[in-house]
């Protein structure tokens, strides 16, 4: 894949010479190139230069457009793609909202691509934990996407597990369970049951059914998930990943601490490799393989992970947030168990 990537900034670049020569640095159409940079560096996770080359689209489409145009939009939207990609949920926010104010002027009546953007705005206020926000904004896409594109679109599922999600984080798994099953009815049936956004229906599945403590039926989803994605997407993919935390997870509540121990690491390998040493998914892995190693009483193990969150999610989230607060209230656990 990452030659394809590769081919095609090959070719964009040879298009950018000719139009910085030919048109200028601020046209349009160099514009648009520029945006296009953006997106084959954000696929490769090359985000530093993703970004900086959205910026330059933006600038010009600014200038020559005004803030208002849908182009302008577009591209606030693109540069809030990328800061959440980083982990910077602040700025991603910020642009988001740019980006919406646009779509809702051109867009008065709704449309799928406003609809998409307050899914975006809505996975934000969801990491952040402010789940009231999250169920809005959620809430306002699925309005929009049952009328148009109808209750059996993808895109419509999409926005049953996105719902799904908050209620899971406010530990209402009823109405979790009820929202992932309407969109994995949708997802086997138009996508299949072999298809990767199906096999991360099923780990979502998966983990309320841990929560809900049927662990039997916990790993019947999981493993459903990890034959697709292991085949189709690969070992080294964040949606595989999610799903070795989940196993790792399934494997401690029975008690099968060396497996789950395997797990967690394999999780945190895909994370440090694909997301990044600061991503707050990282994070995640981190505090999951302290919690194993802090249940297998190795404190010192514990606390290098805890400490390694920590770090992560202050920058990313702040002091106050839910996560940082519980992984700080973590270290002085682990700091009283090491001075006994």
Known sequence: MQ????????YLFKALEIQENKLGAEHLDT?????NLALVYERKGTYSQALD????????RKRLLGGEHYLTGQTHNDIAGIYFEMGNHQQALLHYHKALAVQEKHFAD???????TYNDIAVVYEMQGEYAKSLDYCHKAL????KLLGAEHPITAITYNNIALTYK??????SALEYNKKALTVQEKIL??????TAMTYNNISVIYSELGDYDVELEYCQKALTIQESVLGEEHSDTAATY????DICKAKGDSDTALMYFKKDLAVCEKVLGNNHPDTATAYNNLAFMYYELQNFNAAMQYFNKALAIFDKAFGSNHPHTVTIRNNIKEVSRQIEC
């Open 3 to 10: 030659s394809f990537y590769d081919k095609a900034l090959h």
């Open 31 to 35: 514009a648009t190139t520029y945006n």
């Open 53 to 60: 080359y959205c910026n330059k689209a933006l600038a010009t």
């Open 110 to 116: 709704g449309h799928p691509s406003t609809a998409k």
């Open 143 to 146: 309005a929009i996407q049952e």
């Open 169 to 174: 984080m406010q530990d209402n798994y009823d």
């Open 192 to 197: 299949g049951k072999e298809h990767p956004t």
């Open 245 to 248: 935390c989940n196993l790792a």
